[in-house]
């Protein structure tokens, strides 16, 4: 059984991933410091699969804690989420943002280079296109300036990669270009767990339909969209989930270096009313939202072409919008 470290891997994205890893017969090796997690998603990830999951404590920028876990597996790939995610916080403390985003990610392609570990998945962004001319967006439209030191430190990272293929023989990068995440793992047992006030709109949805949180505000009703809200692509956490694992099994089969990106969305937008009426359908539940001013930074719109993931990848999204609000409920109510 082929064994996998995955960075982050209690996080949100993380933590999915690796439950479709051990579905399709790989065994995922956990390097979490729980800053944005809790060690009882390991417990859940077993009640899952029915598998002993292997976690180790700690930073994976780390590098004797990643000489320690080389020592104790045989890895054949890395996929690292590990990175702080919140662009309003990356404003304000940039280098905490510089630090954990780029710092883990050169200890881990040394630590690569350093044990003769040739695969490796990176967690981008679709933030690396900032406010799109062109839609849908393919791999090929050009990144913009980043619209905050988070969306900087991907950009940052996918050109790290691109070096770091040419400098060593046999290794193999894909960035996978994440749309917009939500849903939760059926059973309701794992999902998107924000620590204090979160910073996505489907937790912030959830919160306030289960009475969390008093009011969803809603950026805006006036922009150029079909309902005036902002457009974005909201992929199904196990969809995003099975893109990895596709990821993985696609760069094992190149014989030479390769780096490539791809997009990972439905390739369909939705508003974020959108999002809201689906939720109200799907649960029968009323949120209580207003319409706030346009937030300044926000993209418009944005949602992917997934021509390429499709063709190359023979990935296609499962779950639809009603899914990852049913199961994005399912998964707030057990909270
Ligand atoms: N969720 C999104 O909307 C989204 C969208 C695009 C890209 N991404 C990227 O996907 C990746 C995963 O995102 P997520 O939503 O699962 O976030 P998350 O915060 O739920 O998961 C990240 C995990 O990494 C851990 N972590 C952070 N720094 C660490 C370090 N130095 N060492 C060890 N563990 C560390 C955290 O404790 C957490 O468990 C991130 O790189 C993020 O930037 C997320």
């Known amino acids: 059984m082929k ?7 209690a996080g949100y994205i993380g933590s999915h991933t690796a439950v479709e890893l051990i579905n399709s017969g790989f065994e995922p090796i956990i390097i979490d410091d729980f800053s944005n997690s809790q060690e009882k998603v390991l417990d859940r990830l077993e009640e899952i699969t029915g598998k002993a999951i292997t976690c180790y404590q700690g930073d994976c920028a780390d590098r004797s804690l990643l000489d320690q876990v080389a020592k104790d597996h045989q890895l054949s790939g890395v996929i690292h989420f590990a990175a702080f995610k919140a662009v309003g916080e990356s ?3 940039p280098l905490k943002y510089y630090r954990n985003n780029l710092v883990s990610l050169i200890e881990i392609m040394e630590f690569m280079r350093d044990h003769q570990i ?7 962004s679709c933030t690396v296109y900032g406010q799109p001319d062109v839609l849908p967006v393919t791999e090929a439209t050009p990144r913009k300036d980043a619209e905050s030191p988070y969306g900087n430190t991907k950009k940052v990272c996918e050109d790290m990669l691109v070096d770091f293929v040419k400098s060593k023989p046999g290794i193999r990068v894909i960035s996978l270009r994440y749309f917009n995440p939500v849903g939760a793992h059926p059973s309701g047992k794992i999902g998107e767990l924000p620590q204090g006030k979160p910073n996505n709109l489907v937790p912030f949805v959830t919160q306030t339909a289960a009475g969390i949180r008093e009011k969803l505000t809603v950026f805006g009703d006036d922009y150029d969209t079909p309902d005036g809200s902002c457009v974005r692509d909201f992929i199904h956490v196990m969809d995003l989930a099975d893109a990895h694992v596709k990821a993985l099994a696609y760069l094992d089969e190149k014989e030479n270096n390769f780096y490539d990106v791809f997009n990972v969305g439905t390739g369909k937008g939705d508003t974020v009313l959108q999002v809201i009426k689906t939720f109200e359908e799907v649960t029968d539940v009323k949120l209580n939202y207003e319409i706030g001013p346009r937030r300044p930074g926000d993209v418009v719109k944005i949602w992917a072409d997934t021509q390429k993931i499709n063709e190359v990848l023979g990935w296609y999204p499962k779950y639809s919008l009603a899914d990852s609000m049913r199961d994005s409920w399912n998964w707030q109510k057990g909270l």
Not at 3 to 9: S, V
Not at 118 to 124: G, H, P, T
């Open 3 to 9: 064994k996998i470290l995955i960075t982050g891997g």
């Open 91 to 93: 404003t304000e403390l």
């Open 118 to 124: 040739q695969d490796l998945v990176f967690s981008s």
